[in-house]
């Protein structure tokens, strides 16, 4: 009898089952070591992948941006050098001048302007790349700086046919955003 209470006190130690634990982790490493190294195979494979995937979007993407660029620069060739000017000409109002989108075009295309033909003023401020809210503005803070005209005189002047010619959206912005 005295061996049946070793067994049984061998059993309710904790080193034992300590023991215990360790033996079959072990065992189920070296059992399944090999599918982490599978594993491990599968996923480098699929980072690969991935980055394959990666490399070759990124040069359909470069691809994409020269055949845009190389358009674009045909697209600039065949400008007529007209249109050209006037598209600088519209530059330098806009930048300089502060100037609205009709008041650039009559300007460009005016007998006591710049003589271009319709097309090309058309042209030129189509392909103007202006804020012309910030025009607007720029207009307005000058006629209430240097003549202190009221906001609702500003408006008239900033929309007015014989005056800047902004559209009432521009006045408006113009208007709402003005120093107190």
Known sequence: MEKGKQKKAIYKKWW?????????????????GNDTAA???KNTEAVETKDKA??????KEEKAAEEKKAEEKKKEDSVPSEYKSA??????????MKMSKAGIYDQL?????????AEAGKYAVDNLK?????????????????MAMAPEAIRDQLTS???EKFTAEEADYAIKNLSK
């Open 39 to 41: 594993d491990d195979k």
């Open 87 to 96: 598209l600088k000409k519209a530059e330098q109002y806009s930048s300089m």
């Open 130 to 146: 202006a804020d012309y809210n910030a025009n607007a503005l720029a207009k307005a803070e000058d006629y209430q700086k240097s």
């Open 109 to 117: 295309t005016s007998e006591a302007g710049e003589k271009f033909s």
């Open 16 to 32: 034992f089952w300590l023991i215990v634990v360790i033996a079959l982790g072990a065992i189920g490493s070296a059992m399944g």
């Open 54 to 59: 990666k490399d070759e979007e990124k040069k």
């Open 161 to 163: 046919s014989a005056g």
